[in-house]
């Protein structure tokens, strides 16, 4: 455990993401400014940063949904986008994305289907993946009838329906109690620790301890990427929420 | 105060909505001006052949306004009928003159009769002679309904379909579940396709309940073959289909696809046959080849009225399977704006 924190702190492992000099504009806004990043297998890597700072459009160019103006975006070694990539990663966006007329077994039934899951096997990822996030019970219900903390359960267990390397989550705590993202932040570690490479989006600052490595994103420039202790560190700060203030809004002080 | 918080904060929303507020003055003016060229236009002229009828005949009918062709045989002057260039054919059988009519049309052939009736009579110096009066589609009794039934039949599954579609897709897009979709491995030619079947099915289902219903239970006239109504009910329902799911991506609430209705939905109407397309001037007929209900409801009249197979119907068929295709293909592409690839 401490060797693989050591090796994350370096990034020298084989890359997973690799962002180079990346640059995204939309109409005369720069949202990413020459952005690059590399994020190793099997990290934990989570992106924290104020809501418009460019995490999601990071987020984007990383799973191909959208493509850079500049620079180069690589994931698993080959050049994004790619459509044959979109079998690599689970991805869980920052919106419930389901179909509230459907039951959750529908829903999973349609994701399963369109990543090419068919018969015994999808049924065993169905019920492999509701268990993970809780939702046995509940599959036979329709999303509509779902809380807002049900929905993001279900959201996660459509990523991890074809056993992704990768898991590319964009906010998965975001309007979720503080019970459930526990739970949930404890499922995340469970897959790190399984060698799943996981990247993240999040705004909470304490989350953010849990990560192995840390990027400071703030008007899409990273403004520093290193181990919450390293960060902490390096800002002679005491939380992340102030070497964040430290290190990354040093046009502020 | 509060009544006046709430009528600036509506006012604002206008002035911020551009399109709606375009619409909701330039639209009526659209509208109003279509109608103003659909029943402003010129006189309709009834298209009479004639098969060697007495020469002072034929300047009587042409006196009375009629547009007449002169023809050497009944079957010459029939042939140009089924191709739709003649509403009535004028003959003379043993001293009787007798009267063919294209029949699809009540309306039309009513003026037609009407002016042969007159002209037959004033040559005829007033005298008792009743020309036989035969049709050669459709029947005296062809009621109004029967004859713009066919239309309506192509124009209500076309409407329903395109705002159903277009709703569906814009929600797809509104709720990120189509955000979610395009980072499948789903190809965007598939995603177009599986609309297409999943909402062609409703669509097939439709048309079938809506042919049955006018057909069996208001007794709709038909004369021809019910499989091939559904097959064109069926094409011009995939052409509202990919056209609704493609517009939508212009649309950004389902508010905004309501005003499509007016600017593409309704000029159709005016094109689609309901009304005499002759009536319009020469450069607005045209307009009616860009509407695909012009080749639905052509098809649909063509098969129930005058009992044409799909060797007579080929080319509207041809016609609506390009509009889809295009339509399809263009949504393809303006899927790139959601994902590039």
């Known amino acids: 455990m401490s060797l693989i924190a050591a090796e994350a702190g370096n990034g020298q492992r084989a890359a997973v993401a690799e962002l180079r000099e990346v640059t995204r504009r939309f109409g005369r806004r720069t949202v990413l400014d020459r952005l690059t990043l590399r994020v190793g297998r099997g990290e934990l890597f989570g992106l924290l940063g104020p809501s418009g700072s460019g995490k999601t459009t990071l987020i984007k160019l990383i799973t191909g949904i959208d493509k850079a103006d500049g620079g180069t975006v690589e994931l698993l070694g080959e050049r994004m986008p790619k459509l044959s990539m979109f079998r690599r990663f689970g991805y869980m966006a920052q919106s419930d994305a389901l179909y509230n ?21 999808r049924s065993e990822r169905i019920q492999a993946a509701a268990a993970v996030v809780d939702l046995l019970d509940h599959l036979e219900k329709p999303v509509a009838a779902f809380s807002g903390g049900m929905k993001r359960r279900l959201s996660l267990a459509i990523a991890l329906l074809h056993e992704p390397e990768l898991l590319v989550l964009d906010e998965p705590t975001v309007g979720i109690d503080p019970v459930l993202r526990r739970s949930i932040w404890q499922e995340l570690l469970r897959w790190r620790d399984s060698g799943t490479t996981i990247i993240l989006t999040t705004h909470v600052m304490d989350e953010a301890e849990h990560c192995d490595r840390i990027g400071l994103i703030r008007d899409g420039r990273l403004t520093a990427v290193g181990s919450p202790g390293e960060l902490k560190a390096r800002a002679g700060a005491q939380t992340i929420e102030e070497a964040f203030i430290l290190l990354g809004g040093g046009d502020r002080t | 105060m509060r009544t006046r918080a ?26 109003l001006t279509l109608v103003h060229f659909v ?103 062809l009621t109004s309904f029967d004859s713009f039934g066919p239309v309506l039949i192509g ?31 789903i190809r965007r030619t598939e995603l177009v396709a599986g609309y297409l079947s999943g909402f062609g099915l409703f669509a097939l289902l439709q048309a079938a309940l809506i042919a049955w219903f006018a057909v069996d239970v208001l007794g709709l006239y038909m004369e021809g073959s019910i499989w091939l109504v559904l097959l064109v009910n069926l094409l011009l329902t995939m052409t509202a289909l990919t056209l609704g799911t493609l517009l939508s991506s212009f649309a950004g609430n389902e508010f905004q696809i309501i005003q499509f209705i007016p600017v593409v939905i309704v000029p159709q109407v005016f094109f689609s046959g309901l009304f005499n397309l002759d009536a319009m001037e020469p450069w607005l007929q045209n307009v009616s080849y860009v509407m695909p209900l012009y080749y639905g409801a052509d098809a649909l009249r063509s098969i129930m009225i005058r009992g044409e197979g799909l060797g007579d119907i080929w080319a509207d068929v041809l016609v609506l399977l390009g509009f889809s295709a295009a339509f399809a293909l263009l949504n393809v592409l303006a899927l790139k704006k959601q994902r590039p690839i």
């Open chain 1, 101 to 121: 007329e459907l039951t959750a077994k529908e829903n999973l039934l349609f994701f399963a289907s369109l990543y090419g899951l068919k018969g015994a096997k």
């Open chain 2, 6 to 31: 709430l009528a600036v904060r509506i006012i604002r929303q206008f002035i911020r909505d551009k399109r709606t507020l375009a619409l909701l003055f330039a639209a009526p003016l659209l509208v």
């Open chain 2, 39 to 141: 029943f402003n236009g010129q006189t309709v002229k009834p298209h009479i052949g004639t098969v060697q009828v007495p020469a002072p005949l034929t300047e009587r009918l042409e006196q009375a306004g009629a547009d007449v062709r002169s023809f050497d045989t009944a079957e010459q002057a029939e042939a140009e009928m089924r191709k739709g260039k003649l509403d009535a054919i004028v003959s003379v059988r043993g001293g009787v003159p007798s009267i063919l009519l294209e029949g699809s049309d009540p309306s039309v052939s009513k003026a037609a009769l009407l002016t042969i009736q007159q002209t037959v009579q004033s040559v005829a110096g007033g005298a008792g002679v009743q020309p036989a009066v035969s049709y050669m589609y459709g029947k005296e009794s």
């Open chain 2, 155 to 185: 124009f209500f599954s076309f409407f329903f379909v395109f705002l159903l579609a277009g709703v569906a897709f814009l929600r797809e897009r509104t709720t990120g579940t189509l955000e979610r979709l395009l980072a499948t491995p």
